[in-house]
């Protein structure tokens, strides 16, 4: 136990560590074939994500770990932006050559009979994502709510969140995106949400790890901010702050 890159770097910033398990006995359905949850079970997910936000939180690093969900978060992306499909797919754990392009079928599959039924991006979110997803939407909501900033991991938390976006023009104007996943459709995603990440080390490691660090520029700006002289203050003459 606490072996995991997270503890680590949480360790190293001083963050605290907290884990959800998602009904991991109850694996989401298949999305080519039906959707991934019933409006229960999303509804669920999003609660779960939503009771998280505790009020004195100073920031909220949001992460995930899970096998198959950057095949989710492609689907939700071509669900919410159009293009081809193999532009949001990507090696996920390793996946090349004929895997992948089976990969970038399955996501196309997966919008083409989805994408047409849903009555919004809430419901693109139940059809195509997993429960890791809908508990991310939920925890960015709650924070909005709750006036906490957010720093979001890589590709599958941001394309939790890029569904607010899609519902709600504004709604994510309290987070930031830690770093920039080697996913190739985490760049794109950001593109089209006119979003900088604040870190491009081609990471994909998940479980908020990019957030976190990106927490030692948070603390290095307030270090600086707080504490750094302004020229009156340091006697320099001739010069305006």
Request: aromatic share 2%; hydrophobic share 50%; net charge negative.
């Amino acid at each position: 136990a606490g072996g995991a890159a997270i503890n680590q770097l949480c360790q190293t910033f001083g963050v605290d560590l907290r884990v959800e398990a998602m009904a991991l006995d109850q694996p989401t359905r298949d999305i080519t074939e039906e959707a991934a949850m019933d409006e229960t079970a999303c509804v669920q997910a999003l609660s779960l994500g939503l009771s998280v936000v505790e009020d004195d939180m100073d920031v909220l690093c949001l992460g995930e770990m899970g096998i198959g969900n950057t095949t989710s978060a492609a689907a939700l992306c071509h669900a919410l932006h159009g293009g081809a499909a193999s532009q949001w797919t990507g090696p996920g754990a390793g996946v090349k050559g004929e895997a992948l392009r089976r990969k970038a079928v399955i996501v196309s599959e997966a919008v083409a009979l989805h994408k047409d039924q849903a009555a919004d991006a809430l419901d693109i979110l139940r059809r195509l994502g997993g429960r890791e997803l809908a508990a991310i939407a939920g925890a960015v909501a709650a924070a909005r709510i709750k006036r906490v900033p957010v720093m979001l991991d890589g590709y599958v938390c941001t394309a939790a969140a890029a569904v607010l976006h899609a519902q709600a023009p504004g709604a994510l104007d309290h987070c930031q995106v830690g770093h920039a996943s080697a996913e190739p459709g985490h760049m794109l995603l950001l593109g089209e949400m006119g979003v900088e990440p604040l870190l491009k080390l081609d990471m994909r490691l998940g479980e908020a790890s990019g957030a976190v660090l990106a927490v030692g520029l948070l603390k290095a700006a307030a270090a600086c901010h707080g504490g750094m002289a302004t020229f009156g203050g340091a006697g320099v003459s001739g010069r305006e702050d």
